[in-house]
Each structure stands twice: as C-alpha cells, then as structure tokens.
C-alpha cells in the first residue's frame, strides 16, 4: 500500500474505516519509539434500510478484523477511546496480553450502557495487560513519542451517547490527531482540542449527514462545517481523513463541498482514510439495497 506523504516520523495506517465497507475507525500508528493502535475494534449495521449485513459486508468485517489483530501483535500501545463495539471488542482480550494499555475512564463522564460494558471489559482482561491507565486528559511519554488525551467530549452533539477522548501522538515535530466519535465536530470543546494540538494529520468522525433531519440537526452539519473549516484555517494541518458517521451517506462529498473547496484553496488533503492508503472507497454500508438487488 502507497500511504500519503505526510510525515516523515509518523507511519499512520488506517487498518478498519467506513470507507473500508466496516464501521470502525481502528488506526495503527508507528513512530520511532513506539507502535500505538487506536481503537481496535470493527462491526456492522445490524439493520440498515432494515436489510441485515450483506455477505459482502461479512467478508469484509472478518478481513478487517484480522487485519487489526495482527497489528495488535506488532504494538506496544493500544488504545480504546470508548465503549462501543466498533472501537473494541470485550470478547478477544487476549489482544490486550503484555501491552500498555490506555482506556477512556470506565466510571466518570460516562453514560450507563458504555458503564457497563466497562466494567465488563475489565473483567474480561484480568490483569492480561502489561500496564493499565485511565486516558482522560493525560500524557504519557514514551521516548520522544507523546500521547496526549483530551478531557472527555461528547460522543455526537451532546451527552445521551456518552463521552470520548480524542487523541494526540506527536514525534519529532510531528503530530497525528485522532478525534473519536466526535460526530461533526459540532460541539467547541471537541474542535478546541484539535486546534490547540496543531496536529499535521488529522483522523475525524465527520457529520452524522445520514441521518440528517432526523438523528442529525442541519444546524449541527452547519456548526461541522464551519468547524473543519477553523481547523484548516488555524492549523498547521495537511491532511484530513474525514471518515465514520460520515462515510455512511451516498452523498457525503456534496454535504461538505465548501469544507472542499476551502481546503483546496488552502493546498490541504480532504480526504477519506481508504485514499489516504491508495484504496478504492467502498461505502458497503450505504449500498446496502444495491448490494442485496
């Protein structure tokens, strides 16, 4: 795979996306001290146009997956930003064997459902990790490699699915911004941490646009957009994957066109993580009926 030239310190490879045909935002990121994989987790839509999973999509998700647990192998970090079942998977917590570990905070600024299944997760691991940290907020150093979590951010636009924490690794001058199911970013605080980290590449759950009028507000599209635009325009940054929420919308280009169009303007990449690899974009999700016809 031919991956952007981006950075020099940085390998970030994107391992499971939607522009992959999963639900999953798993990142393998490598620098000269350390390999750090975010997320390592991947599902499908149980119901899309209330059609199950397409066997395409299965392959798809059991390639994935594979994929992400023997990178696991090849990492000394794993993180899980939040408890849901496309950032992790409770069931194989022998990924998590001999590694350090960093985990959004199982019990503060949480909601119930992702509570429990915390604590569950926890339970499944058992001591397997070399080390366990809670993330919020922190930095850890590994060399010259920092890893730096914000304080928890809404999972979308408020607090009825739970928190998330948005992640830095920089090396050598060099930073990756990972933001989480930030769903937009349409919310301040969520935007205020990728600004302030000035990162080089950033991995962003774009707008929910699939949901639009429905579970996703026009004026939370319109708060997105103008986000990303302040991204662009206050940062350092050259490239943006904008990539999960909004990879499940057929139309997804047209919903963003003046966040392209700035971008142009100002020689940054928006682009998806399948052509940050040099892949061809296969939104299975969204073509769903067309798949079953």
């Known amino acids: 795979m031919l991956f952007m030239e981006i950075a020099k310190m940085l390998i970030v490879k994107p391992l499971a996306f939607d522009s992959f045909g999963v639900r999953s935002m798993a990142t393998f990121v490598a620098t000269e001290d350390i390999a750090v994989l975010i997320d390592p987790g991947v599902s499908l839509a149980s119901s899309r146009y209330k059609l199950p999973p397409h066997p395409i999509e299965e392959q798809r998700l059991s390639e994935t997956w594979a994929d992400i647990k023997e990178h696991a192998t090849r990492s000394d970090v794993l993180i899980v930003t939040h408890y849901h079942y496309d950032h992790y998977d409770p069931e194989e917590p022998e990924i998590y064997k001999d590694k ?28 397997m990790p ?27 636009t408020n607090s009825k699915l739970g928190y998330v924490v948005e992640v830095s690794i920089s090396c050598s001058g060099e930073k990756l911004v990972f933001s989480s199911d930030v769903e937009g970013p349409a919310v301040d605080d969520q935007v205020e941490f990728i600004i302030q980290e000035d990162p080089d590449i950033v991995i962003l759950d774009g707008p929910m646009t699939y949901m639009l009028g429905f579970r996703y507000s026009y004026k939370s599209l319109a708060l997105s957009i103008a986000n990303i635009k302040r991204i662009i325009k206050d940062t350092s940054v050259k490239c943006i994957m904008v990539e999960h929420h ?12 003046e966040v392209y169009e700035y971008a142009a303007e100002k020689d940054v990449k928006v682009i998806t993580a399948a052509e940050y690899i040099g892949r061809e974009i296969d939104i299975l999700e969204a073509r769903r009926k067309e798949l079953f016809k």
């Open 100 to 127: 350090i570990v960093y985990l959004k905070h199982p019990k503060e600024s949480i909601n119930k459902s992702q509570a429990k299944r915390a604590s569950y997760f926890l339970d499944k691991l058992n001591g």
């Open 130 to 156: 070399k080390s366990l940290d809670i993330a919020d907020g922190m930095v850890f150093k590994h060399g010259s490699t920092a890893i730096k979590f914000s304080s928890p951010v809404f999972h979308g």
């Open 246 to 257: 909004f990879m499940r919308d057929l139309k997804y280009k047209e919903r963003i066109a």
